[in-house]
């Protein structure tokens, strides 16, 4: 059966280092990956979409990865700041159905 | 102002009873859906609409039905509520059917005692 992996356990950094998140997945051939942030209490917020075609994207400091051989998604946070401190999931696409499976999520701490 | 959202943020009531969640996006977006969100924090989806058209519609078990009046309205109607039902839900919407950003609600706390 499909499965996405993310690191379940909390990944705790210092205030100004790159945060590197892992999303892994089997069983599945996805078309696009996306990357959401979640906030206690809130709903998920989309940061980036990446299509199986592209190996990387960047927008300010975020920047995602996308390897199908692997079938492996890393997002980095460059200069991390404590406001960076959220759950982050990653989801997969399998076509043009708008069906997102998401992973369970990492939760990053960035410490001041 | 409001992208998409929810009512009611908390909802608590006991088992057996019928109740509603109603979710609105000013976005102009085509289509919209619903998703759980478990104590484990997993986030599934249940049922996607696009223009007032059921696309998605997962293992859900049939005590719950969506509703899409119009573009911009997707409801959720649970019935004979379980204790099982306790999960946080969420409406998003996205431009259109795949292939781009979903913007998400702030959630209704489903709480069956």
């Known amino acids: 059966s499909q499965k996405i992996e993310q690191n379940s356990e909390a990944l705790n950094i210092q205030e100004g280092k790159t945060a590197t998140l892992t999303c892994n997945y089997t069983?599945?051939?996805?078309?696009?990956l996306q990357w959401y942030r979640q906030d206690p209490g809130r709903g998920p917020v989309f940061l980036l979409l990446?299509?199986?075609?592209?190996k990387e994207k960047r927008k300010e400091r975020l920047k995602v990865t996308f390897d199908t051989t692997l079938k492996q998604s890393l997002f980095h946070i460059t200069a991390s700041q404590p406001a960076d401190s959220a759950t982050y999931l990653c989801?997969?696409?399998?076509?043009?159905?708008?069906?997102?499976?998401f992973g369970q999520g990492t939760t990053l701490q960035v410490k001041p | 102002d409001t992208a998409v959202s929810q009512t009611p943020k908390y909802l608590v009531t006991q088992m057996g009873n019928d109740k509603s969640i109603k979710c609105e996006q000013n976005?102009?977006?085509?289509?919209m859906y619903w998703y759980k969100q478990d104590s484990k924090k997993f986030l599934k989806i249940m049922f996607s609409?696009?223009?007032?058209?059921?696309?998605i519609n997962e293992t859900v078990p049939n005590r719950f039905s969506p509703k899409s009046p119009d573009k911009a309205h997707l409801n959720l109607h649970i019935n004979s509520l379980e204790l099982g039902d306790s999960a946080v839900y969420f409406c998003?919407?996205?431009?259109?059917?795949?292939?781009?950003?979903?913007?998400f609600g702030p959630g209704t706390r489903l709480t069956v005692l």
């Open positions: 998003a919407s996205s431009r259109a059917q795949g292939q781009t950003p979903q913007f």
């Open positions: 069983n599945y051939s996805p078309a696009y």
């Open positions: 990446i299509r199986e075609n592209e």
């Open positions: 989801a997969l696409e399998g076509g043009n159905t708008g069906k997102l499976i």
């Open positions: 976005l102009g977006h085509d289509t």
């Open positions: 609409y696009n223009n007032k058209e059921l696309i």
